[in-house]
């Protein structure tokens, strides 16, 4: 904040038993010194995650932004999140409805975009599915992760590419 970033991300609201470094989002957000024009970021796995903030954003400390993502790899996804596409798009369609409410804005990531481990190459289908889902739901940005670390430039600019033919209009 006091570097005047524009937009910081702070924190992850990952269950505290599965990432303990996450342990203390809420004291994090708490004493966070505010500042206008600073956009807080958070990482947002599910709802229990939510409802946490939820009561963080109540008090007068919460996010103004949050992270929501999905896995493009379908695989990757039901490992590290034990939901399939349309289980995890239901509960991010739930969470987006009462983020907007509170007037939190949505990132919303398309993650594996470049490929997976688990899953190989991921289908560019996967990942317009993905954001297409984010875009209709609301979300003000479409992040691209590469979650497993397999990008390269080439990859990347034409990933980009498709989906900026496709989606004209949508902030990446």
């Not at 992850?12 to 989002?25: E, G, N, R, V």
């Not at 996804?77 to 939901?83: A, C, E, P, W």
């Not at 940005?141 to 397999?150: A, E, K, Q, S």
């Amino acid at each position: 904040t006091d570097a005047w970033f524009k937009k910081v991300e702070v924190t992850s609201f990952s269950h505290p038993k599965l990432l303990p470094q996450f342990a203390d989002a809420v004291e994090v957000l708490r004493g966070i010194t505010r500042r206008p024009g600073v956009s807080h970021v958070v990482l947002m796995p599910n709802e229990k995650g939510f409802e946490r903030l939820e009561v963080c954003q109540k008090e007068g400390y919460g996010a103004d932004e949050i992270i929501l993502m999905i896995s493009s790899s379908e695989a990757h996804n039901k490992l590290n999140f034990r939901m399939s596409h349309e289980e995890a798009m239901a509960e991010h369609a739930r969470i987006m409805k009462r983020a907007h409410a509170l007037g939190i804005r949505v990132i919303g990531c398309a993650g594996t975009v470049y490929g997976c481990p688990m899953g190989g190459d991921v289908p560019i289908e996967n990942v317009v599915k993905l954001t297409r889902f984010y875009v209709e739901e609301g979300a003000q940005t479409i992040m691209l992760g590469d979650t497993t670390g397999v990008a390269n430039p080439v990859l990347v600019r034409r990933r980009i590419g498709e989906l900026k033919a496709i989606f004209p209009k949508v902030e990446f």
